[in-house]
């Protein structure tokens, strides 16, 4: 059974970078597409971004333009790599298939950026 961690998170300054990776145990050709969610504090868990096995893309409408999403299924790796970030980034990052399976939730990794 494939299982997945997150790494990558920190603290970061506004405007600043990160890049978050998501290793899997095994093959992420066979679960599919792959996505990062987040959950900041008192809200619920939002859909971030999703990657198909062939590589398209899609993006939530508050992180287009700022975030890419990329695998590397060689790797069995996904990864989100964050730009320009706001204050309103701030949250735990998931990595998860999509739609979102129980079994696949992680730890997450927390990335907290300040004003």
């Known amino acids: 059974q494939v299982q997945l961690g997150e790494s990558g998170g920190g603290l970061v300054q506004f405007g600043g970078s990160l890049r978050l990776s998501c290793a899997a145990s095994?093959?992420?050709?066979?679960?599919?597409?792959m996505g990062w969610y987040r959950q900041a504090p008192g809200k619920q868990r939002e859909w971030v971004a999703r990657?198909?096995?062939?590589?398209?893309?899609n993006y939530a409408a508050s992180v287009k333009g700022r975030f890419t999403i990329s695998r590397d299924n060689a790797k069995n790796t996904v990864y989100l790599q964050m730009n320009s970030l706001k204050p309103g980034d701030t949250a735990v990052y998931y990595c998860?298939?999509?739609?979102?399976?129980?079994?696949?939730w992680g730890q997450g990794t927390q990335v907290t950026v300040s004003s």
């Open positions: 998860n298939v999509l739609p979102a399976v129980f079994r696949y």
């Open positions: 095994g093959s992420i050709v066979s679960i599919g597409d």
């Open positions: 990657v198909t096995v062939g590589g398209s893309t």
